[in-house]
């Protein structure tokens, strides 16, 4: 069983940037895609960025060139670098895991979410 918790949310003005975090408890972190969704009020929830097993990055259209992410399996985390943020960002933000070789588009694979982190962008 894998727990994950996310941190790092917040509100900010147009153009601005804010780095999420999440941290697992739990065995195996190595052999999971981890990834970042979202989901805004109203609308369904949607990939944003996901990490293999091997490391490869995979984004989501609305996320390459302005956000990052990263893993860093030595201390069981997972990072996403958002910049040039937008009011239409503005949303709840869950950390996942799933398996080994995944996309942003595979979310239906993901078994182990966090609670998630709020992010609001304003104009």
């Known amino acids: 069983q894998l727990q994950l918790v996310e941190s790092g949310g917040g509100s900010v003005q147009a153009g601005g940037s804010l780095n999420l975090s999440c941290v697992a408890s739990g065995d195996l972190f190595s052999s999971y895609s981890m990834g970042w969704f979202r989901q805004a009020p109203g609308k369904e929830r949607e990939g944003v960025a996901v990490?293999?097993?091997?490391?490869?990055?995979d984004y989501s259209r609305f996320a390459e060139g302005r956000f990052t992410i990263s893993r860093d399996t030595a201390k069981n985390g997972l990072s996403l670098q958002m910049s040039s943020l937008q009011p239409e960002d503005t949303a709840t933000y869950y950390c996942?895991?799933?398996?080994?070789?995944?996309?942003?588009?595979?979310?239906?694979?993901?078994?182990?979410w966090g609670q998630g982190t709020q992010v609001t962008v304003s104009l």
């Open positions: 996942a895991a799933g398996p080994f070789y995944s996309t942003h588009d595979d979310g239906n694979s993901f078994l182990h």
């Open positions: 990490i293999d097993g091997d490391g490869h990055p």
